[in-house]
């Protein structure tokens, strides 16, 4: 993000309710305590509550990003010592630099520029930062994939091969972007620093090196595969492997496959987001896995012994007492899904029974069912309904 002038008069820290010391995910749960508290669909009578909500977002995109915040914290110093008037810069033409706002704009972004290269901000008087740096290591683009796995996989563990297209080194030249049998050469013009200095007026600040880009080389004769770049788009297959016990949803981090770096910097990563099959048996509610198994009218009213499967494979026996209600929940304990993050062993197994009524019935269940509702007692329904016994 390009410096503003607006970052010397503003305390963003104070605007989110922070020290100015606070992590950053103290940052972000007071941004999203504020911007709750404040956005405008929950206060339609307040006039000043998009304002706020507006306020409340600037501060966050500025310390809530590890970057921006870096040189929003340099500034501020920078300002606090008034630097060649920078204290100033509020008021145009004080401490000794009156330049309007374009002017200041375009120093911040020149000063910045040095700051973001590795090493660190400028730093003194009269000469900010001394010899220039090269950029500093950037770490390569993250790539997303999606990988569907069984219901019995998602709950074992097991590994898939996973084929994406993304960034990756050039096979002709090796990732150096020069065509074969030649070189990269030291830059003539930054030997091989990666940035010039430049005066203006009290201060001197680096920026990238016109000619080289800030690389610190070039490149006389660029690889035809790659144009120079030293990369090409390219498929290529890795192994992911499946925790057991991941849920729908879940995403995979694939250190180091993503991606190449800048300058030297570190691959990105493969970031897989699981997909899991629906099972026709059973489902799942957290580390617990479900079953609905159904009972005849006679089994739940009688009672009996069920055996139903489990996700192991194996066969658990569970007693159904007589009287069970249709929808009544048994649970078989360690049955479950793998625990994840830091906890051990499983969830249980959740069998719900499910009293069926036949849909078409035999002469004899036709029979046995008229004289078993002979036999019914419905005083407590007739109760509840508030019916007197028949006369």
């Not at 995109?61 to 606090?80: I, N, P, S």
């Not at 793998?338 to 036709?366: A, C, Y």
């Given at each position: 993000?390009?410096?503003?002038?607006?970052?010397?008069?503003?305390?963003?820290?104070?605007?989110?309710?922070?020290?100015?010391?606070?992590?950053?995910?103290?940052?972000?749960?007071?941004?999203?305590?504020?911007?709750?508290?404040?956005?405008?669909?929950?206060?339609?009578?307040?006039?000043?509550?998009?304002?706020?909500?507006?306020?409340?977002?600037?501060?966050?995109?500025?310390?809530?990003?590890?970057?921006?915040?870096?040189?929003?914290?340099?500034?501020?110093?920078?300002?606090?010592?008034?630097?060649?008037?920078?204290?100033?810069?509020?008021?145009?033409?004080?401490?000794?630099?009156?330049?309007?706002?374009?002017?200041?704009?375009?120093?911040?972004?020149?000063?910045?520029?040095?700051?973001?290269?590795?090493?660190?901000?400028p730093s003194g008087m009269g000469g900010f930062g001394g010899a220039p740096r090269r950029q500093r290591r950037q770490k390569g683009r993250d790539f997303e994939a999606t990988v569907q796995v069984s219901f019995g996989d998602a709950l074992a563990g097991a590994r898939t091969r996973l084929r994406i297209n993304g960034d990756g080194p050039c096979d002709t030249c090796h990732g150096s972007g020069a065509a074969p049998g030649t070189s990269p050469t030291t830059c003539p013009t930054c030997h091989g620093s990666g940035q010039v200095t430049v005066d203006q007026g009290p201060f001197s600040f680096a920026q990238p090196c016109g000619t080289c880009g800030g690389n610190g080389q070039v490149i006389a004769d660029p690889c035809a595969t790659c144009s120079?770049?030293?990369?090409?788009?390219?498929?290529?297959?890795?192994?992911?492997?499946?925790?057991?016990?991941?849920?729908?949803?879940?995403?995979?981090?694939?250190?180091?496959?993503?991606?190449?770096?800048?300058?030297?910097?570190?691959?990105?990563?493969?970031?897989?987001?699981?997909?899991?099959?629906?099972?026709?048996?059973?489902?799942?509610?957290?580390?617990?896995?479900?079953?609905?198994?159904?009972?005849?009218?006679?089994?739940?009213?009688?009672?009996?012994?069920?055996?139903?499967?489990?996700?192991?494979?194996?066969?658990?026996?569970?007693?159904?007492?007589?009287?069970?209600?249709?929808?009544?929940?048994?649970?078989?304990?360690?049955?479950?899904?793998?625990?994840?993050?830091?906890?051990?062993?499983?969830?249980?197994?959740?069998?719900?029974?499910?009293?069926?009524?036949?849909?078409?019935?035999?002469?004899?269940?036709?029979?046995?069912?008229?004289?078993?509702?002979?036999?019914?007692?419905?005083?407590?329904?007739?109760?509840?309904?508030?019916?007197?016994?028949?006369?």
């Open positions: 993000m390009t410096p503003k002038r607006e970052w010397l008069d503003t305390d963003y820290y104070a605007v989110l309710g922070v020290s100015e010391d606070a992590d950053q995910d103290t940052i972000k749960k007071a941004y999203r305590k504020l911007a709750r508290a404040h956005h405008p669909d929950s206060n339609p009578d307040d006039p000043n509550a998009e304002q706020k909500f507006k306020e409340v977002g600037e501060a966050y995109a500025v310390v809530g990003d590890a970057d921006t915040r870096t040189e929003y914290d340099e500034l501020r110093r920078l300002g606090a010592a008034g630097l060649g008037g920078l204290g100033g810069a509020g008021r145009p033409g004080a401490g000794g630099f009156g330049g309007g706002a374009g002017d200041l704009n375009d120093l911040l972004q020149g000063l910045f520029q040095q700051g973001r290269a590795e090493g660190g901000f120079g770049t030293g990369r090409v788009v390219k498929p290529r297959e890795l192994t992911v492997r499946i925790p057991a016990g991941v849920r729908d949803g879940a995403v995979i981090r694939v250190a180091g496959r993503g991606g190449p770096g800048s300058n030297g910097g570190p691959a990105g990563d493969v970031l897989v987001t699981v997909e899991v099959e629906p099972d026709d048996l059973f489902g799942r509610r957290g580390d617990d896995v479900t079953l609905r198994v159904p009972l005849t009218f006679a089994e739940a009213a009688l009672g009996t012994k069920l055996t139903v499967p489990t996700p192991q494979d194996e066969q658990r026996t569970i007693r159904i007492p007589a009287g069970t209600a249709s929808g009544r929940t048994f649970r078989i304990r360690g049955q479950g899904a793998p625990r994840g993050g830091r906890k051990s062993g499983h969830g249980d197994l959740l069998v719900t029974v499910d009293v069926e009524v036949p849909e078409e019935l035999t002469r004899e269940q036709t029979d046995l069912l008229e004289q078993l509702h002979q036999l019914d007692d419905t005083s407590t329904r007739d109760a509840r309904l508030g019916r007197g016994a028949p006369t």
